[in-house]
C-alpha cells in the first residue's frame, strides 16, 4: 500500500514538474513522509543605468570664434534608465548580473582624473599667455595638423613616408589633434550600471520599488528617497486557463495543485515603461484538487 501511494503521488508529481504553472500545495505524502508544500514565485529585475558626463574645455568659450562650432560652456553629468528585463528565479538568482571586467586603469601624469590634458599641448613656452591667446595659438595648430595630413595623403610631402611609416604618422596626427579639440569642445563619457534586484511578490501587494535612480548620483537603494522610483507593477489576470481537469466532487484520491497567475509585469521609471513581461506568479494563483492516476 505504501508503494502504491508513493507511485500515485511521484506521478502526480512529475505532472506537476512538467507544467512550470502548476506545483503541488499543502500536505503532501513522499517517501520520506508527510510534507508541506507552498510554492512562490520570486522574481528577477536587472536594471541598466547609462551615465553621460560632458566635460567643458578650458577653451570651450572661443570654439565658435577661432573654429566655428558651438562647445558645452558647463560640465554636466547625467544618468538615466537605458533598460530593464523581468525573469524568473533560479538557484543562482542572488547572484549579481554578470559585469564585462574592467579595463586596468592607467594613471597618465599629463591627464587628470577626467582626463583632459592638466598641462594643455599647444604650451610650448614659459611665457605667460592670456587664455585667449593660448586659445588662438590652439586653433592654428589644429588646422597645421589637417595641412601635413593632407600633404602626407597626397603625397606633396613626405615622398619617403610609406606603408608603415605613413600609417604611423597619420595615426600621431590624429592623436594630436585629437587631444588640441578637446580643449575646445571638451569630452565626453559615457558610463554603464547594471544591477539585479530580488522582489518575491506578496498576496496583496502589486506594486514594488525596486531601487531609484538619480540624475546625478545613478542606481541607488529604494529606501533612498533622494532618487527616483524604479517601480516594478504586477497586474495578475483575471481569468486563469487550468492546464489540466479539475477533479469531480465526487472523487476522493485527490491532490491540491495550485495553478500560477499568468501576471503582466512591467518596469516603469521616470515616467517611462521599460520592460514588460508575462510570467506565471503563485502567489496569485488558484488551487485545484487534481485526480490522481489510478493504479492499473
Known amino acids: 500500500m505504501l508503494l502504491i501511494a508513493v507511485l500515485l503521488f511521484s506521478a502526480t508529481a512529475l505532472m506537476a514538474q512538467n507544467n512550470p504553472n502548476l506545483a503541488l500545495v499543502g500536505v503532501v505524502n513522499s517517501a520520506a513522509g508527510q510534507q508541506i508544500s507552498a510554492p512562490t514565485t520570486t522574481l528577477t529585475v536587472d536594471v541598466e543605468a547609462v551615465c553621460e558626463q560632458t566635460l567643458c574645455g578650458p577653451y570651450a568659450r572661443y570654439a565658435q570664434k577661432y573654429l566655428g562650432v558651438r562647445a558645452p560652456l ?14 524568473l528565479a533560479d538557484d543562482t538568482c ?55 595630413r ?74 533612498d528617497l533622494t532618487g527616483d522610483m524604479v517601480v516594478l507593477q504586477i497586474t495578475p489576470a483575471e481569468n486563469i486557463t487550468l492546464p489540466i481537469t479539475e477533479a469531480g466532487v465526487k472523487e476522493t484520491a485527490t491532490v491540491n495543485c495550485l495553478v500560477a497567475n499568468p501576471s503582466t509585469c512591467t518596469v516603469q521609471a521616470q515616467g517611462v515603461e521599460h520592460a514588460r513581461e508575462v510570467l506565471p506568479i503563485f502567489q496569485y494563483g488558484r488551487t485545484i484538487r487534481v485526480s490522481q492516476p489510478k493504479q492499473r
Request: glycine residues 6%; hydrophobic residues 40%; proline residues 4%.
Open 74 to 87: 558647463t560640465d554636466k553629468i547625467e544618468w538615466r534608465i537605458e533598460r530593464a528585463a523581468i525573469g
Open 150 to 223: 593632407m600633404e602626407l595623403i597626397t603625397g606633396e610631402a613626405g615622398e619617403n613616408v610609406f606603408g608603415e611609416g605613413l600609417k604611423s604618422a597619420l595615426e600621431e596626427i590624429a592623436r594630436l589633434e585629437q587631444a588640441y579639440l578637446e580643449l575646445f569642445l571638451g569630452k565626453r563619457i559615457v558610463k554603464h550600471a547594471v544591477r539585479r534586484f530580488i522582489v518575491t511578490p506578496e498576496q496583496v501587494k502589486r506594486q514594488y520599488v525596486v531601487c531609484r535612480i538619480s540624475p546625478r548620483e545613478g542606481l541607488l537603494p529604494s529606501s
Open 94 to 148: 542572488y547572484q549579481q548580473t554578470p559585469f564585462t571586467a574592467a579595463p586596468t586603469e592607467v594613471v597618465a601624469y599629463a591627464e587628470g582624473k577626467d582626463g583632459l590634458a592638466e598641462i594643455q599641448p599647444d604650451k610650448t613656452s614659459i611665457v605667460a599667455q592670456t587664455l585667449e591667446d593660448a586659445a588662438q595659438q590652439a586653433a592654428q595648430t589644429i588646422f597645421s595638423l589637417r595641412r601635413h
